[in-house]
Nanobody
Framework: QVLLVESGGGLVQAGGSLRLSCAAS????????MGWYRQAPGKQRELVAR???????NYADSVKGRFTISRDNAKNTVYLQMNSLKPEDTGIYYC?????????????WGQGTQVTVSS
């Protein structure tokens, strides 16, 4: 069993910054893509940022220039640095990892961490 544990969420004023972390632990062979998604109240979960095992990155248009995703493959950890936060960034942020077992790839999700940006 693999666990993804997020940390770093909280309450911040508009214009502030937060850094999210997500560490994967358990029976891991390798991880393909890792990413962050968010879900605002009453809305569907959406991609925020994603990074491949080789460091190829894509961002949602709404966060480009403000958020930075990175990962430490040795620690099976992905980070999301969020700057210039806006109230519309409020939501539950979920970590995702594609666990590669050779014969199959299994998506895994964290429990989510709340980010609240006040105006």
């Amino acid at each position: 069993q693999v666990l993804l544990v997020e940390s770093g969420g909280g309450l911040v004023q508009a214009g502030g910054s937060l850094r999210l972390s997500c560490a994967a632990s358990g029976r891991i062979f390798s991880i393909n893509d890792m990413g962050w998604y968010r879900q605002a109240p009453g809305k569907q979960r959406e991609l925020v940022a994603r990074i491949t095992s080789r460091g190829v990155i894509n961002y949602a248009d709404s966060v480009k220039g403000r958020f930075t995703i990175s990962r430490d493959n040795a620690k099976n950890t992905v980070y999301l640095q969020m700057n210039s936060l806006k109230p519309e960034d409020t939501g539950i942020y979920y970590c995702n990892a594609e666990l590669n077992y050779g014969f199959q790839v299994v998506p895994s999700w964290g429990q989510g961490t709340q980010v609240t940006v006040s105006s």
